[in-house]
C-alpha cells in the first residue's frame, strides 16, 4: 500500500509518481486526466482504486481530494532559484495590543484555546452598542429602526420574525428578506441557481435554515458594534473565525442598514449585502454562470462550517497607513540594491504557502465580488470567503495605505478566470496555525490605478510611479513582528486597468527591497512576458543596480522620449543592454545621468 504522507511530502525529482492535493494543483488537465483515479493500491502495479463516496466525516472528504499524476519537466523560471528566497511564516506573530487595537474576543483566552475545539469567547460579555458612523451599524442595534404603516418598528424584530418563517423556494425567500430591505425585492432569477431540484431542496430545508439561525445569534456571538477601518487612521481589528461567519450570514440576508446604496453615509465603503450577487437579472434563462460559481464557493465555505463544524481560529484586519515622515525618498536610496527574485511561468499567488500573498486589489477592496465582477481580487475573496467581511468595515483605500489579513482560511478550488471561473469542489487548507490560532497566511490588499480609457502614457509619469511605489511599499511593510518572508505577486493593475507589466515588475521588486523583501513573481502562463522579466533581472545583477539606479532609468525613459509611452517602447527600452550598463559610480545626481543615457 502507498504511504500518501511520504510520497505527499516529498521533494521535487525523488519520485516519478507523487501524490499531491488537486486543491493545490492550478494544472486543470492534470486533474481532469486523472480525476477518475483515486490512489494506487501497490507500489508496483499501476491500478487504481475508485474514489469512494461523498461522507458526512471530513476526515473522509479530505481523502477523496488525493490523486496521483506524473511529475512534469522543470517549469520556465528565471533569476534566484526559489529555495534561497526567505519563507518563513508567521509563526511567532501576535495580534498588536495598542491603543488603535480592537478585540472582539477574550484575549487572554487566545493562546490558550487556539488548539481547543472551543471557539474564543466573544468579548465583552454582553452586547454593547454603538450607533454612531464610526462603527458599524449593527442590525441587533436597538436604534436600527424601519418604517412599517407609517410607524417606525425595531428593524431586528422585523428581521427575527421574517426570518422565522418557512422559506421553501426562491419566491418565499424573496419575500421573506424584502420585509426589512426592499433592495431585495429586486433580486430576479435566484431560482435558477441550483442545478437541481435535489440541490434546491437541499439548500431551503439544510443550509438555509442554518445560515439564518448563526445569523440570528448576532449579538451573542458578536457583542460589541464592530469599528470602521476609516482612511488615515492605522488600526486593526481581531475576531474569531465564528464572529467573522455571523457578520457574513448577515450579509448573506441583507440585514445591515443604510448599506444598499453606492451614495449617502457609507459611500465610500463597498457594498456588503448580497442582493446584487444573489441577482441574475430578467431576461436570462439560466442564472449568470460567474455570480453563479461565486455563490457555490460562498455556500460550500457555509456548509463546511454549518454542517460540518465550526472553524476556531482568529483572523486580524490591519489598516496599514504611510506617514510622509517613512515614506522612502527614491532616489536617495544609492546603497539599497535588490533582494533575491524568483521569476516563474506557472503557479498561483494563493498557493505560496508562508509568503506574504499580493491582492490586486480594487480601491473599495472586494471590487466587484457581489456583482459580476470575478478577476484576480473577485476570485480569491471567494475560494477565501472570510476576506468578504473587509467589505463590512474597510473604508476606500487613499493612495498611501493598505489593507492586511493575517489568518483567512481558504475553503475551494476553483478553476478558469473572469468568465471561464468555475467553482471546483472544497478546499482543506492545511496552513499552519499560529499561537493565537490564525492561519499562517497573509494577504496584502494594494490597490493599482486605472490606465484605461486612452490614458496608458500616465503611468510613466513620475508621480504615477512614485504613487506606485509608496502603495506597494506600505503593503509590503513587515508588521511588528518583522516578519520579512518573500512576496508572492504578479502582474498588479495589468488586466482591465492596462498597466504595463515590465513597469509594475520593476515596482514591486524595487519596493519589497526596500521593504526587506525577497519576490516570487508569477506571470501566469506568459512565456515572453517570463522571459523578457528574465534579461530584465539579468541585467539588474549584471550591472549591480540600485534602487536610486533603476528609479532613474525609469524617470528617464518618460523624461526622454515624451513621444514614445506606450509598452512596445518602454519594452525596448528596458531590454535594451545600453540602458543598464552605466558605471553608476560616475554619476552623482539624476542630471549626469540623463547626459549621459542613450
Avoid at 45 to 68: N, V
Avoid at 202 to 216: K, V
Avoid at 454 to 475: P, S
Wanted: proline share 5%.
Amino acid at each position: 500500500m502507498v504511504d500518501i504522507e511520504e510520497y505527499f511530502t516529498c521533494s521535487e525529482g525523488e519520485n516519478d509518481i507523487k501524490f499531491y492535493s488537486c486543491e493545490e494543483n492550478s494544472d486543470s488537465e492534470l486533474i481532469n486526466r486523472f480525476d477518475s483515479l483515486h490512489m494506487s493500491t501497490n507500489d508496483n502495479e499501476g491500478t487504481s482504486a475508485p474514489i469512494p463516496s461523498k461522507k458526512t466525516r471530513l476526515e473522509d472528504k479530505k481523502a477523496h481530494f488525493y490523486q496521483p499524476y506524473i511529475t512534469l519537466p522543470e517549469p520556465i523560471e528565471y533569476g534566484d532559484p526559489l529555495h534561497k528566497l526567505t519563507l518563513i511564516p508567521h509563526v511567532n506573530l501576535c495580534p498588536p495590543c495598542t491603543s488603535t487595537s480592537t478585540f472582539l474576543v477574550q484575549i487572554k483566552e487566545l493562546s490558550e484555546t487556539s488548539n481547543s475545539c472551543l471557539c474564543p469567547t466573544p468579548f465583552p460579555k454582553e452586547y454593547k452598542d454603538k450607533w454612531s458612523h464610526n462603527f458599524v451599524r449593527m442590525p441587533c442595534s436597538p436604534q436600527n429602526v424601519f418604517p412599517v404603516n407609517k410607524k417606525l418598528v425595531n428593524r431586528w424584530q422585523l428581521i427575527n420574525e421574517s426570518l422565522s418563517s418557512n422559506i421553501s423556494n426562491a419566491a418565499d425567500f424573496v419575500k421573506c428578506t424584502s420585509v426589512y430591505n426592499p433592495s431585495y425585492s429586486s433580486i430576479k432569477n435566484l431560482h435558477l441557481l441550483f442545478d437541481s431540484e435535489e440541490a434546491s431542496k437541499s439548500f431551503y430545508s439544510n443550509l438555509l435554515p442554518a445560515i439564518i439561525h448563526l445569523a440570528l445569534a448576532l449579538p451573542e456571538i458578536v457583542t460589541q458594534s464592530v469599528p470602521m477601518l476609516v482612511k488615515g487612521k492605522q488600526h486593526d481589528i481581531t475576531m474569531s473565525q465564528q464572529q467573522v461567519a455571523c457578520l457574513l450570514a448577515n450579509a448573506f440576508l441583507g440585514t445591515y442598514p443604510r448599506r444598499n446604496k453606492s451614495n449617502g453615509e457609507y459611500s465610500n465603503y463597498n457594498f456588503i449585502n448580497f442582493n446584487g450577487l444573489l441577482s441574475s437579472g430578467s431576461s436570462s434563462s439560466i442564472f449568470q454562470p460567474r455570480k453563479a460559481n461565486k455563490l457555490k464557493c460562498i455556500l460550500s465555505y457555509f456548509e463546511r462550517i454549518l454542517l460540518d463544524g465550526m472553524p476556531t481560529g482568529v483572523i486580524t484586519f490591519y489598516r496599514r497607513v504611510l506617514s510622509p515622515e517613512d515614506t522612502p525618498n527614491w532616489l536617495s536610496l544609492k546603497d539599497i540594491h535588490f533582494s533575491r527574485c524568483h521569476i516563474s511561468l506557472e503557479g498561483l499567488i494563493e498557493e505560496r504557502d508562508h509568503a506574504l500573498q499580493v491582492d490586486f486589489a480594487n480601491s473599495f477592496i472586494g471590487g466587484g465580488v457581489l456583482n459580476t465582477g470575478c478577476v484576480q481580487e473577485e476570485i480569491r475573496f471567494v475560494i477565501c470567503p472570510e476576506l468578504l467581511v473587509s467589505l463590512l468595515f474597510s473604508e476606500r483605500m487613499d493612495a498611501n495605505e493598505a489593507i492586511v489579513i493575517v489568518g483567512s482560511e481558504r475553503f475551494c478550488s476553483y478553476t478558469g478566470y473572469a468568465d471561464t471561473f468555475q467553482f471546483s469542489r472544497p478546499f482543506f487548507d492545511q496552513v499552519m496555525c499560529d499561537s493565537w490560532g490564525r492561519k499562517c497566511t497573509v494577504v496584502t490588499a494594494i490597490d493599482a490605478i486605472s490606465y484605461s480609457y486612452g490614458r496608458t502614457k500616465q503611468q510613466y509619469q513620475q508621480h504615477a510611479i512614485e504613487r506606485d511605489l509608496k502603495k506597494a511599499y506600505i503593503g509590503f511593510k513587515p508588521l511588528e513582528d518583522g516578519n520579512k518572508t518573500a512576496v508572492a505577486t504578479g502582474n498588479w493593475g495589468c488586466g482591465a486597468f492596462k498597466g504595463d507589466p515590465l513597469l509594475k515588475f520593476l515596482i514591486q521588486w524595487m519596493a519589497a527591497s526596500v521593504a526587506g523583501r525577497d519576490v516570487i513573481y508569477y506571470t501566469f502562463g506568459d512565456a515572453v512576458l517570463t522571459e523578457n522579466l528574465g534579461i530584465i533581472y539579468k541585467y539588474i545583477r549584471e550591472f549591480n543596480c540600485s534602487i536610486s539606479n533603476v528609479f532613474l532609468i525609469i524617470q528617464n525613459f518618460y523624461n526622454n522620449y515624451p513621444q514614445k509611452q506606450d509598452r512596445t517602447h518602454f519594452r525596448d527600452y528596458v531590454l535594451n543592454e545600453d540602458t543598464w550598463s552605466f558605471n553608476w559610480d560616475e554619476f552623482d545626481n539624476d542630471e549626469d545621468f540623463k547626459a549621459n543615457t542613450p
